[in-house]
């Protein structure tokens, strides 16, 4: 899971430590197995997934309204939010979650990784820029790579990166292959690189790890975008 624009909820009934281990499955294929992730009193939604006033025809998140979370066995229901005095964006979220306390000690949860998304856009804003009446430069399109430098992802993705490629047949583990084969030399085995790494952020896109992702620093690209409904909000 990951989102790119995250607005925080506070779900305000549960304990500050309180933690539920949630089994969510990496595919819709069993085969490519399953991992855990922390279900605390804190989580992240995209902002686009609330609105402050709610109307019929909008099944998310708004003020008085329940939805249900991914594997999370009780819905939260969004009660009030913050909002910054200068700009006016929604800041914090405010929820409630009813869940039977069942007296196990909590452990310290991972928290979510803190990732820099790159989106590729077409280039040009027309079809054929050749044709542009200014020349193609000036048909560039300024939103070809945008940029989320703020996104959140679930814990699961360091395991994506330990077991990359996915399938391992894919000819891409070792940093030197393209280079030792080039000059007839049977390749050293290595780290595999970062940049096999692909999987799908639920609801939002197909991304890789970029090959300048550093221990500190998770860099996303987005590779192949979902198909939308653009009548559906």
């Known amino acids: 899971m990951l989102v790119l624009e995250p607005l925080a909820v506070t779900i305000d009934d549960l304990d500050d430590d ?13 085969a490519y197995g399953s991992h855990s992730i ?7 939604i995209e902002r686009s997934d609330f609105r402050e006033v709610d109307s019929d025809d909008y099944f998310r998140l708004a003020p008085g309204k329940s939805v249900g979370l991914l594997k999370a ?18 800041t914090v979220l405010h929820a409630k979650y009813e869940k039977p306390l069942d007296g196990s000690a909590p452990k310290k949860p991972k928290s979510p990784f803190k990732a820099t998304v790159r989106a590729f856009n077409p280039l040009f804003k027309s079809d054929n820029p050749a044709a542009y009446p200014n020349g193609f430069l000036a048909d560039i399109n300024p939103d070809a790579e945008q940029i989320f430098p703020n996104a959140m992802i679930e814990t699961g993705s360091s395991e994506i990166r330990r077991r990359a490629p996915w399938p391992v047949e894919a000819g891409e583990k070792l ?8 000059n007839g030399v049977e390749p050293a085995v290595t ?12 609801r939002v896109a197909y991304f890789c ?22 009548g559906k909000d």
């Not at 066995?73 to 929604?90: L, R």
């Not at 940093?175 to 080039?182: F, G, I, V």
């Not at 780290?191 to 639920?202: I, L, N, S």
């Not at 790890?209 to 653009?230: A, C, F, G, M, Y």
């Open 73 to 90: 066995p009780f819905p939260i229901t969004a009660i009030s939010f913050e909002k910054d005095p200068n700009t006016g964006e929604v």
């Open 191 to 202: 780290e595999p690189r970062p940049e096999p790494a692909r999987f799908q952020g639920m």
């Open 209 to 230: 790890i970029d090959r300048e992702t550093t221990k500190d620093s998770l860099i996303l690209n987005r590779i192949v975008s979902l198909k939308e409904d653009t």
């Open 38 to 44: 922390p279900f605390t009193k804190k989580v992240y």
């Open 175 to 182: 940093a030197n292959a393209e280079t030792s084969q080039a």
């Open 18 to 30: 309180h933690l539920e281990m949630l089994n969510v499955p990496f595919s819709k294929d069993l």
